[in-house]
């Protein structure tokens, strides 16, 4: 199975930044929709940021100008640059690779363990 391993993630002060990697053991990487999602206690996962297996990147609307996902197929990477911190954006933040084989009617789903983003003064 494909295992994702989530780094970057620490301490900050609102208004700095971080900078997530998602490093994936896939030779297949490229062929992933890749995304960063959240979780913060007591909430539900959302949706951060993906992008295909093509490079187009979509946000949600709460990061968007302010966080850029990014990815290095060489490197079976991904990245999440996160600027402006704001203290609602402290999470644990997951790593998913996806694919969907439609002609097989199947879709697989990877998870990393998530790294920790504190966003407080």
């Known amino acids: 199975q494909v295992q994702l391993v989530e780094s970057g993630g620490g301490l900050v002060q609102p208004g700095g930044s971080l900078r997530l990697s998602c490093a994936g053991s896939t030779s297949a990487f490229s062929m992933y929709d890749m995304g960063w999602y959240r979780q913060a206690p007591g909430k539900h996962r959302e949706m951060v940021a993906t992008i295909t297996s093509g490079g187009t990147a979509n946000y949600a609307d709460s990061v968007k100008g302010r966080f850029t996902i990014s990815r290095d197929n060489a490197k079976n990477t991904v990245y999440l640059q996160m600027n402006s911190l704001k203290p609602e954006d402290a999470a644990v933040y997951l790593c998913?690779?996806?694919?969907?084989?439609?002609?097989?009617?199947?879709?697989?789903?990877?998870w990393g363990q998530g790294t920790q983003v504190t966003v407080s003064s």
């Open positions: 998913n690779a996806n694919r969907r084989l439609s002609f097989l009617q199947k879709n697989f789903d990877f």
